[in-house]
C-alpha cells in the first residue's frame, strides 16, 4: 500500500456530512474517497482536492441532501383548536359575550349606514363619463346691498361661448326643470323634463336604449327616459305619439337609460328639443335676448384645460353684453365644476356655503365615533378580563405553550367576535337600509360587488380585531408562569387608567351627542312657534298649467265653486303661498333715495287673494271690488312698509313698466322662505291674466274628499285635459322643516344608540367590577355593611368616571351646538335648561346600569361568596 | 405516478450495471461510464440516476463490503431486478425495429 501523501479536503467532507441525507452518508463519502486516491495516484494532489469539491458540489441534489423541515406541521390543528377554544369562551362568558358582540355589531351597522350615506353623497354625480369635464356658468350678482350668486344666463350666451372660448369642446343651454302633462291616449301625466339643445346628449353622455339623440335637433320630437316610457307607453315607445301640455302633437324619437338616482338629472323623465322651447314665444325675441336670464348654460372643458383659465373668459361676457339693467346688477361669470354641483351650489356674499358638505362630514365623524365607542367596550373587557385570564396563560405556558401559539389564541379569539358582530350588522344594515332610503330620500343598496367597499370591511375587521385583541394577547402572553400561578401577580395602574380614560371619553361623546340632538329638536320647535302670517289649515291650491283652464273666465269659475258650497273662498294668483316668488329692484317711489335698489318680492294676485288665505292687516284695507282703483291697488308686508317709509298707506310706488300702483294695506310680516332665515320685503298686487295657482279654503265642517271631488269636475268642465293635482297648505308648509327634521331623526337615533353603547359597556365594566369583589363585599357585609354603604362603594368609581365626562361634554357640547346654530339667521337661544335636563338624565341613565350589578352584589348572602373556594 | 420509461442516459447507465455485476456501485460506474464514452460525468449525477431508476424499480441495491481505500467504508452495489431486463430488452427491439425500417441502414446492418 502506497504512502499517503494527502487526505480529502475536510471542509468539502464536513460539507457533505451537513447537509447529505444520514443514510446516504457512508456509501457517498466511501466512493468519493476511493475517488480521491484514485486521483492522487494521476495527478497533483490539487487537482485531486478540487475535484473532491466538484463531487461534492454535484451531491447537492434533491435526492441526496436532507430535508430541513423536520417537524410535522400541526398549525391546522392549533387553529381549529383557537376557534374551538375561542367559541367555548364565548358560551362560558354569556354576558360578556353578548355584550361585546351586541355592542358592537350596532356600533358597525351604524358606521355602515352612515359610510353608505357619505359615499352615496360624495360619489354625486359622478355616474357621468365626463365628470371631471363638466362645469355650469354661474354669476355673481348683486341688489344695493345683497349679493345672490345664480345659476341662471340668458340664450344668446351658449352661441357666445361657443364662438369665443376656445377651452369649451361643448356648450349647451337648457331651461330649467319644467313640469310637462304628457297625454297618450286620454290619460294625462305629470312630469317633469328639460329643454335642452342637441350637445346636452354628448355632454352628459346620453345612454339611448332605443331610438337616436339626435332628434333634439328637430322641433316635435322627444326622448323619454326608460322608466317613464314603460309608464306612460309601455314597450316600444319609440314612433309612438304624444300630446304635449294639451297643446301640441310630439313624437317619442328614442328612449334613453334613467339618469342614475345620485345624479343632477335624477328627476328629469323627458327631454324636449329647446328648438321647441324657441318655436313656442317669439324666436327671434328669445335667441338674442340676453336680459332674460331664465336659462342654465353647461359645458365641457376640452381635455387638459384648466377651469381658471375658462373662468377669466366669462368673467365679465354677461356685463359687456346686457343693457344698463342687466350692468346695475354687476354679474360677474364663474364655473362650477361638477364636482361642487351638489355640496357647495349655493353661495352667500360670493362665498360657497359649506353647510351640505359641513353635514355630511358631521355625520360622517358621528359614525366613526360611534364605531370607536362600540370599539371601546370591546377593548374594555377584554382588558379586565385579562386579569383573570392571566392564570390561563400561566397554565397553559407550563404545560408547553409557546408565546406565539398564545398571541394567536388570544387573536383569534377576537377575530372571532368581530366577524360575528360584523355578520350580525351586515343583517341589521339589510333590514334597516329600507328604511334609513325613506328617511334619507335616497336609493341607496349595499355594494357588494364594489372592491373599495369589501376592503374597506375587511381592513376594518382586521383591525378592529387587532386593536381589541392586542392587549391581551401581547401584553398577557409575555407573563411569567411561575409569579402568574402564584398569586403574586397584579395588574398595575397603567392598565387601569386608560380603561378609565376611555370610558370617560365615550360618555362624552355620547352626551355630546344627546345634547346636540336636543339642541337640533329645539331649534325646530323654535322655528315651528314662528307666527306664519297667513291660515294653513284647510286651504289647498290647485296648479293651472294649460292654457285653456288659465283663458276661462275666473268669474263663471269662482261662482261655480262657491255654487258647492263645499269652497268658503277662492281665488287665484300666479305663485301659491307656500311657494317662491319673483322680484324686482327696480321700482321707485317719491323721496326714495336714488343710489339705494332694495330688492322687494312680487306676487300677483285675484282680490280674494288675502282673504282666502287669511291675511293679517295691520293698517289699511283688503283688495275689494267695490272699489275699482283697486285693480291698481297694492298690499305691502311690515318690512316692505318700512323700506317705503313712515304712512306708507296711500304712498304710490312706480313700477320700471310705467305703471303706477297705490299701497291700500300693509299686511303681518309672512314666512315665505325657510323659516330658519330672516324673511324679506314682499307685496301683492292685482292682476288676472296668466297662468297661476288657484287657491281653495273650505268651508267650516265641509268634508275635504267632497270638496275635492266636486271642484275636481268643476275644472274637467272647464279644460278637459287638465290634471287635478292639489296640495294642502298645511302640507306644503311642513315641507320647509324636511331637512332640519330628517337631521334631527338620524340625530336621535345615532345619539340613543351611543348612550345605549356606552351603556351596555358601563353594564359589562360594572359586573366584571363586582365579580372581582365578591369576596370582599361579602366580608364587608359579614363586618356589618348595609346593602347601600356596598352599593355606594361599587357605584363611587363610575359616577367619578361620569362626573369628569360631563364637565367635559358639557361646554363641549355647547361650543359645537352653538356653532351648529349660526348657519341658522332665526335660531333659538342655547338654554342652560337643556344642558342640566341632559346632565341629570345622563347621571340617572348611567346609575340605573351600574345598579343593577352592583345591588345584585351588594345584597347577595355573604355565606355563598365566601364559602365558595 | 411513477415514471416508467427509460431515458437515454438512463439506459447506458443501466447497461453498466449490468456489464459491471458484482462491482457496480456509483464510483465505479462513473468511472466506466467515462472510459467506454469519454465523457466523464460525476458521482453525484451518476448516482441520482442510480437512485432515480432504483424508484422506477429496475434497479436494487443493497450495501456491499468495505475497502481501505474507501476509509473502511461499505459500497451500496446495484444490480438489474427482472423488470430491469425486460425494459432493456424492450428497448432494444423497440430499436432494432426502427433501424430495420431505415431503408439506408437496412442492407448494413447486421442484427
Redesign the interface.
Known amino acids: 500500500m502506497k504512502q499517503r501523501t494527502s487526505i480529502p479536503p475536510l471542509h468539502a467532507q464536513r460539507l457533505l456530512k451537513r447537509l447529505l441525507r444520514n443514510e446516504l452518508a457512508e456509501e457517498v463519502l466511501g466512493d468519493l474517497e476511493e475517488k480521491f486516491y484514485e486521483s492522487c495516484e494521476t495527478q497533483s494532489s490539487f487537482r485531486a482536492k478540487l475535484n473532491y469539491w466538484y463531487q461534492v458540489m454535484n451531491y447537492l441534489r434533491p435526492f441526496a441532501i436532507k430535508r430541513f423541515k423536520t417537524s410535522p406541521s400541526n398549525s391546522g390543528d392549533m387553529l381549529q383548536s383557537y376557534l374551538k377554544i375561542g367559541w367555548r369562551n364565548l358560551f362560558r362568558n354569556s354576558t360578556y359575550s353578548i355584550i361585546n358582540i351586541t355592542g358592537l355589531a350596532l356600533g358597525m351597522a351604524v358606521a355602515l349606514l352612515i359610510g353608505l350615506w357619505v359615499y352615496d353623497e360624495l360619489s354625486f354625480n359622478t355616474s357621468f363619463k365626463n365628470y371631471n369635464r363638466i362645469a355650469a356658468v354661474y354669476h355673481h350678482i348683486e341688489f344695493g346691498e345683497d349679493k345672490f350668486t345664480i345659476g341662471d344666463v340668458p340664450v344668446p350666451m351658449g352661441q357666445e361661448l361657443r364662438e369665443t372660448v376656445a377651452e369649451f369642446e361643448e356648450t349647451v343651454i337648457t331651461t330649467w326643470p319644467k313640469e310637462q302633462i304628457v297625454d297618450f291616449e286620454d290619460t294625462p301625466t305629470t312630469i317633469t323634463g328639460l329643454f335642452v339643445e342637441p350637445a346636452f346628449a354628448t355632454i352628459f353622455s346620453l345612454e339611448m336604449n332605443a331610438g337616436s339623440a339626435a332628434a333634439l335637433k328637430e322641433i316635435h320630437a322627444v326622448l323619454l327616459s326608460q322608466s317613464t316610457a314603460e309608464k306612460i307607453i309601455g314597450p316600444d315607445a319609440v314612433g309612438k305619439t304624444i300630446r304635449l301640455n294639451n297643446h301640441d302633437n310630439v313624437v317619442v324619437a328614442g328612449v334613453y337609460k334613467d339618469f342614475p338616482n345620485n345624479s343632477e338629472f335624477a328627476n328629469i323623465q323627458i327631454l324636449l328639443p329647446f328648438n321647441y322651447y324657441t318655436a313656442m314665444g317669439d324666436p327671434a325675441q328669445q335667441v338674442t335676448n340676453w336680459e332674460d336670464l331664465n336659462f342654465q348654460c353647461f359645458v365641457l372643458l376640452n381635455e387638459n384645460t384648466s377651469l381658471a383659465s375658462a373662468d377669466l373668459k366669462i368673467k365679465s361676457l354677461l356685463i359687456s353684453k346686457g343693457s344698463d339693467d342687466l350692468k346695475a346688477i354687476k354679474p360677474e361669470g364663474l364655473l362650477l365644476p361638477m364636482a361642487r354641483w351638489h355640496l357647495y351650489n349655493e353661495f352667500k356674499n360670493r362665498v360657497p356655503i359649506e353647510t351640505k358638505a359641513n353635514l355630511i362630514w358631521m355625520f360622517g365623524s358621528v359614525g366613526v365615533f360611534v364605531l370607536l365607542l362600540a370599539c371601546i367596550n370591546f377593548m374594555n373587557l377584554s382588558t379586565a378580563r385579562s386579569e383573570r385570564r392571566a392564570r390561563e396563560v400561566g397554565v397553559r405556558k407550563v404545560m408547553g405553550s409557546v408565546r406565539s401559539q398564545l398571541i394567536n389564541q388570544f387573536l383569534s379569539e377576537s377575530l372571532l367576535v368581530v366577524v360575528a358582530a360584523f355578520v350580525i350588522s351586515m343583517l341589521l344594515v339589510w333590514i334597516s337600509l329600507p328604511w334609513f332610503n325613506t328617511l334619507t330620500v335616497k336609493q341607496i343598496s349595499i355594494p357588494w360587488n364594489n372592491f373599495y367597499f369589501l376592503s374597506a370591511t375587511f381592513l376594518f375587521i382586521i383591525t378592529t380585531s387587532l386593536l381589541a385583541g392586542s392587549y391581551p394577547a401581547f401584553y398577557l402572553s409575555g407573563f411569567n408562569p411561575i409569579k402568574v400561578l402564584k398569586g403574586t401577580f397584579k395588574v398595575g395602574k397603567w392598565v387601569k387608567r386608560p380603561r378609565q380614560m376611555l370610558v370617560v371619553f365615550q360618555f362624552t361623546v355620547s352626551v355630546i351627542l344627546v345634547l346636540c340632538t336636543g339642541v337640533v329638536f329645539q331649534q325646530i320647535q323654535h322655528a315651528k312657534n314662528r307666527p306664519v302670517g297667513f291660515l294653513r289649515q284647510g286651504v289647498f291650491f290647485v296648479a293651472v298649467r294649460t292654457q285653456d283652464l288659465s283663458l276661462a273666465n275666473y268669474n263663471s269659475l269662482r261662482a261655480d265653486v262657491l255654487a258647492t258650497g263645499y269652497i268658503q273662498n277662492m281665488s287665484k294668483s300666479f305663485f301659491p303661498i307656500t311657494g317662491s316668488m319673483s322680484a324686482d329692484a327696480s321700482i321707485t317711489w317719491d323721496g326714495k333715495d336714488p343710489a339705494s335698489r332694495p330688492l322687494i318680492a312680487l306676487n300677483s294676485c285675484s282680490h280674494d287673494f288675502p282673504s282666502t288665505n287669511g291675511f293679517e292687516f295691520v293698517a289699511g284695507r283688503d283688495f275689494s271690488r267695490a272699489y275699482s282703483t283697486d285693480s291698481a291697488a297694492l298690499i305691502v308686508n311690515e318690512m316692505a312698509a318700512k323700506i317705503f317709509g313712515d304712512d306708507v298707506i296711500g304712498k304710490k310706488i312706480k313700477f320700471a313698466s310705467g305703471i303706477e300702483r297705490e299701497i291700500i294695506g300693509v299686511i303681518k310680516d309672512q314666512i315665505r322662505w325657510s323659516p330658519f332665515t330672516n324673511q324679506s320685503a314682499h307685496m301683492y298686487f292685482v292682476k288676472y291674466e296668466e297662468y297661476g295657482f288657484l287657491t281653495f279654503r273650505l268651508a267650516e265642517g265641509a268634508s275635504t274628499q267632497a270638496a275635492l271631488a266636486s271642484i275636481k269636475g268643476i275644472i274637467k268642465k272647464y279644460d278637459q285635459a287638465a290634471p287635478f293635482e292639489y296640495k294642502f297648505v298645511d302640507e306644503d308648509y311642513n315641507r320647509l322643516f324636511n331637512h332640519e327634521e330628517r337631521i334631527g331623526k338620524l340625530a336621535t337615533i345615532f345619539a340613543s344608540l351611543a348612550i345605549i353603547i356606552s351603556g351596555i359597556g358601563l353594564l359589562g365594566l360594572s359586573a366584571f367590577a363586582a365579580s372581582q369583589r365578591t369576596k370582599e363585599i361579602g366580608i364587608r357585609k359579614v363586618l356589618g355593611a348595609s346593602v347601600f354603604q356596598v352599593w355606594k362603594l361599587l357605584s363611587q368609581d363610575f359616577l367619578k368616571l361620569i362626573l369628569i365626562a360631563l364637565l367635559v361634554a358639557l361646554p363641549l357640547g355647547y361650543y359645537l351646538a352653538h356653532n351648529w346654530l349660526t348657519q341658522y339667521e332665526y335660531r333659538t337661544n342655547l338654554s342652560w335648561g337643556l344642558f342640566a335636563v341632559v346632565g341629570i338624565a345622563a347621571v340617572g341613565l348611567m346609575l340605573i346600569s351600574i345598579s343593577h350589578q352592583s345591588l345584585k352584589a351588594a345584597s347577595s348572602n355573604p355565606v355563598d361568596s365566601l364559602r365558595s373556594e | 405516478m411513477i415514471e416508467t420509461r427509460l431515458g437515454e442516459f438512463e439506459e447506458v447507465i443501466l447497461l453498466l450495471v449490468g456489464i459491471l455485476g458484482e462491482g457496480a456501485?456509483?464510483?465505479r460506474i462513473?468511472e466506466e461510464f467515462k472510459s467506454q464514452t469519454g465523457r466523464s460525468i460525476?458521482?453525484?449525477?451518476t448516482?441520482?440516476t442510480l437512485?432515480?431508476l432504483e424508484g422506477k424499480g429496475f434497479l436494487k441495491s443493497e450495501?456491499g463490503s468495505?475497502?481501505?481505500?474507501?476509509?473502511g467504508?461499505?459500497?451500496?452495489i446495484f444490480s438489474i431486478t427482472a423488470l430491469g431486463k425486460r425494459v432493456l430488452k424492450e428497448s432494444r427491439d423497440f430499436k432494432v425495429s426502427l433501424w430495420e425500417q431505415y431503408p439506408a441502414f437496412k442492407v448494413n446492418i447486421g442484427y
Do not use: C, F, L, V
Not at chain 2, 468495505?66 to 476509509?71: C, I, K, L, Q, S
Not at chain 2, 467504508?73 to 451500496?76: D, I, L, M, V
Open positions: 456501485y456509483a464510483y462513473a460525476s458521482i453525484g449525477a448516482h441520482s437512485d432515480r450495501m468495505a475497502t481501505a481505500e474507501r476509509g467504508r461499505r459500497k451500496r
